[in-house]
């Protein structure tokens, strides 16, 4: 448990600094004369780089057993990259920063996720991940705050935020040195690693599938907040939702999580996809600033129910030696499905409008709880809670 303390505050410190300056993106590249269909490329490159990335970290800390390094490497390298946005003045400085911070992410992201795993136990898995999803969240709308405080409180310029925000992510970074490398677990000694994934549970690939399908409904956040600017969201306000949003999570991301061991993960996991393509309809729908508010509380609800979920579903069907390599595929997955859904977004919106692209993917999103539905409820031999 000592390590998995220590990695919820990493993540905590880290997506503290990481939503000083989030939330602010999409309103400087639109400033600065950049399109929704240029956004959605960034976002949409910047997270595929990552996703292959998380799969070869993912399968390296499984090989090596030394998650610790690979997790400073990364979370070291998304430090340094901050570097680049302080001086950013286009949309290209900001996209070599989005880059470099994915980059980071993708490095650390596999290995976070077998430690928070070892860490936690077999029977804890949903737990484990609320735990990590709740400090994460719980930085990411302190961090919010922090720069709504200092941009319309404060006075400063987000130069000013881009640079305060080196200060959480370096302290994050320091704690990882405190954590251990578990000892005594068997190392993989398959030869083959194409063998491996043709020898996983049969379940397990077609749930990755309709998790790829539903992740292209699930483009960037980015949009989002450029739709709560289209209806005529200042940018202040604009701030104060992704606060109302990341609180939302972070309650409710441990009671979820714990709740997903005790009586299954298929009823959250199909709730929360419903939940999201009806969230994504209303945004579509909404010409009036007043119900933006719920739909952001409720999108946090959707990230609640679903992130920690996915996660533990995954750890269940994972064999021990392999955790590291099957968590980084799922992270794989869901990151190169980010591109075409950040850049059809784009598209969509470019040229048929912004409520089109969010009927799009609203719709996208009810498909897949339809199929995650039946792949969740067919029988299996595992023990997991499943059902």
Same mark, same amino acid.
């Given at each position: 448990?000592r390590n998995?303390?220590?990695?919820?505050?990493?993540?905590f410190?880290?997506?503290?600094?990481?939503?000083?300056?989030y939330?602010?993106?999409?309103?400087?590249?639109v400033?600065?004369?950049?399109?929704?269909?240029?956004i959605g490329?960034?976002e949409?490159?910047?997270?595929?780089?990552?996703?292959?990335?998380?799969?070869?970290?993912?399968?390296?800390?499984?090989?090596?057993?030394?998650?610790?390094?690979?997790?400073? &490497?990364?979370?070291?390298f998304?430090?340094?990259?901050?570097?680049?946005?302080?001086?950013?003045?286009?949309?290209?400085?900001?996209?070599?920063?989005?880059?470099?911070?994915?980059?980071?992410?993708?490095?650390?992201?596999?290995p976070?996720?077998a430690?928070?795993?070892?860490?936690?136990?077999?029977e804890?898995?949903?737990?484990?991940?609320g735990i990590?999803?709740?400090?994460?969240?719980?930085?990411?709308?302190?961090?919010?705050?922090?720069?709504?405080?200092?941009?319309?409180?404060?006075?400063?310029?987000?130069?000013?935020?881009?640079l &305060?925000?080196?200060?959480?992510?370096?302290?994050?970074?320091?704690?990882?040195?405190f954590?251990?490398?578990?000892?005594?677990?068997?190392?993989?000694?398959?030869?083959?690693?194409? #063998?491996?994934l043709?020898?996983?549970?049969?379940?397990?690939?077609?749930?990755?599938?309709?998790?790829?399908?539903?992740?292209?409904?699930?483009s960037?956040?980015?949009?989002?907040i450029?739709?709560?600017?289209?209806?005529?969201?200042?940018?202040d306000?604009?701030l104060?939702?992704?606060l109302?949003y990341?609180?939302?999570?972070s309650?409710?991301?441990?009671?979820?999580?714990?709740l997903?061991d005790?009586?299954?993960r298929k009823?959250?996991l199909?709730?929360? &996809?419903?939940?999201y393509?009806?969230?994504?309809?209303?945004?579509?729908?909404?010409?009036?600033?007043?119900w933006?508010?719920?739909?952001?509380?409720?999108?946090g609800?959707?990230?609640?129910?679903?992130?920690?979920?996915?996660?533990?579903?995954?750890?269940?069907?994972?064999?021990?030696?392999?955790?590291?390599?099957?968590?980084?595929?799922?992270?794989?997955?869901?990151?190169?499905?980010?591109l075409?859904a950040?850049?059809?977004?784009?598209?969509?919106?470019?040229?048929?409008?912004?409520a089109?692209?969010?009927?799009?993917?609203g719709? #996208?999103?009810?498909?897949?709880?339809g199929?995650?539905?039946?792949v969740?409820?067919?029988?299996?031999?595992?023990t997991?809670?499943v059902?």
């Amino acid at each position: 448990m000592r390590n998995l303390k220590i990695v919820a505050m990493v993540s905590f410190f880290t997506d503290l600094g990481t939503y000083m300056v989030y939330p602010l993106v999409p309103l400087f590249l639109v400033s600065v004369g950049t399109t929704p269909l240029i956004i959605g490329v960034i976002e949409g490159v910047a997270e595929s780089i990552t996703s292959i990335l998380k799969f070869v970290t993912g399968y390296f800390s499984d090989r090596m057993k030394n998650r610790k390094r690979l997790a400073i &490497y990364g979370y070291g390298f998304s430090a340094v990259g901050r570097l680049l946005l302080i001086f950013s003045q286009s949309w290209v400085g900001v996209s070599l920063w989005r880059i470099a911070d994915r980059v980071g992410k993708g490095i650390r992201t596999a290995p976070r996720d077998a430690l928070i795993i070892e860490a936690g136990g077999k029977e804890n898995h949903g737990r484990s991940f609320g735990i990590q999803q709740t400090m994460d969240m719980l930085g990411s709308a302190i961090g919010v705050a922090v720069a709504f405080g200092l941009i319309f409180i404060g006075g400063k310029q987000y130069s000013t935020v881009f640079l &305060y925000s080196i200060i959480p992510v370096l302290i994050g970074f320091l704690l990882l040195f405190f954590i251990k490398d578990p000892k005594g677990i068997t190392l993989s000694h398959t030869k083959s690693f194409r #063998l491996n994934l043709r020898g996983l549970d049969k379940q397990l690939k077609q749930l990755l599938l309709v998790i790829l399908l539903f992740t292209i409904a699930n483009s960037s956040n980015q949009f989002l907040i450029l739709r709560a600017s289209d209806i005529g969201i200042t940018t202040d306000k604009i701030l104060l939702l992704y606060l109302v949003y990341h609180l939302s999570t972070s309650i409710l991301s441990y009671p979820i999580g714990f709740l997903s061991d005790k009586i299954g993960r298929k009823n959250l996991l199909v709730g929360g &996809y419903i939940l999201y393509g009806f969230i994504y309809l209303a945004f579509a729908m909404i010409h009036s600033a007043r119900w933006i508010w719920l739909l952001f509380a409720l999108y946090g609800i959707y990230t609640g129910m679903t992130k920690g979920v996915e996660k533990a579903l995954v750890a269940d069907c994972a064999p021990s030696h392999l955790k590291g390599t099957l968590m980084g595929l799922y992270a794989m997955i869901t990151g190169i499905g980010l591109l075409p859904a950040s850049v059809l977004t784009g598209f969509i919106w470019d040229h048929f409008g912004a409520a089109s692209s969010f009927y799009f993917n609203g719709a #996208l999103a009810l498909v897949s709880a339809g199929f995650i539905y039946l792949v969740l409820s067919r029988k299996t031999e595992r023990t997991a809670p499943v059902n």
